[in-house]
């Protein structure tokens, strides 16, 4: 599988890079994972001004910064999106790097980990909303951190001892809802894969 992790914030001083480093931390861990980090900062993409919807434009020609990120999202088998709660919702960075993909996702696993005083409730809330428009599949599962992840994750992705040893806490879950993943992306790749061979 291979998975793509979207740092969902390009702020100044961001903790969502580190709570990235450590899904792709135990993503590494993990047999027929190859995880790596998408970071939107590498991807300049203006605020969505093509001239249609992207899956009503068959013969579209994007600019080549949003290509080199659609190619990255038609590469991978699942994606996991990290994101912060901005304003009782997810980021529009986040918002407007998925309005540029077209069919790039159908039918792949997508993981949610937030963070926020709520766990970032309402951006995984509304995320379950708009990832149906992409034709992706979000795993029930999601990964939420009610801790400041800044506090609690350092700069390379590794998580607090007592919240490593609590077996309910973040690392069980995070280690759960991958495995979850894999088994979606697997599932779902075996399906694309027999559909196009059909
Ligand atoms: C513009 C803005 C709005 C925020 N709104 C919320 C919010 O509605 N709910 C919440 O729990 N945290 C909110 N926060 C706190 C962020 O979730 C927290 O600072 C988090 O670390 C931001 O992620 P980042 O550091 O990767 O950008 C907000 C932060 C910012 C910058």
Do not use: C
Not at 4 to 29: F, H, M, P, T
Not at 74 to 85: A, F
Not at 118 to 136: I, K, N
Not at 139 to 164: C, Y
């Amino acid at each position: 599988m291979k998975v793509g992790i979207i740092i969902g914030s390009v702020r100044e001083g961001r903790v969502s890079d580190r709570v990235a480093n450590w899904v792709l931390k135990q993503a590494q861990e993990m047999e027929g994972v190859e995880p790596f980090i998408i970071d939107l900062k590498d991807y300049t993409m203006p605020f969505f001004d093509e001239a249609m919807s992207p899956q009503y434009n068959p013969g579209r020609s994007s600019k080549p910064e949003v290509q080199k990120f659609l190619d990255v999202m038609s590469d991978i088998d699942s994606l996991v999106l990290v994101t912060p709660e901005y304003n009782r919702s997810y980021s529009a960075v986040l918002k407007n790097a998925l309005d540029y993909i077209d069919f790039q996702l159908k039918q792949k696993p997508v993981q949610l980990v937030a963070h926020g005083s709520t766990g970032g409730a309402q951006a995984v809330s509304h995320l379950r909303a708009v990832l149906p428009g992409l034709a992706a599949i979000t795993n029930p599962t999601a990964v939420m951190i009610t801790d400041r992840a800044g506090e609690i994750i350092d700069e390379d992705g590794k998580l607090a001892q007592e919240h490593i040893d609590n077996p309910y806490g973040y690392q069980a879950t995070l280690k759960n809802a991958l495995a979850d993943l894999k088994w979606y992306s697997d599932a779902l790749a075996a399906a694309r894969k027999q559909s196009k061979d059909s």
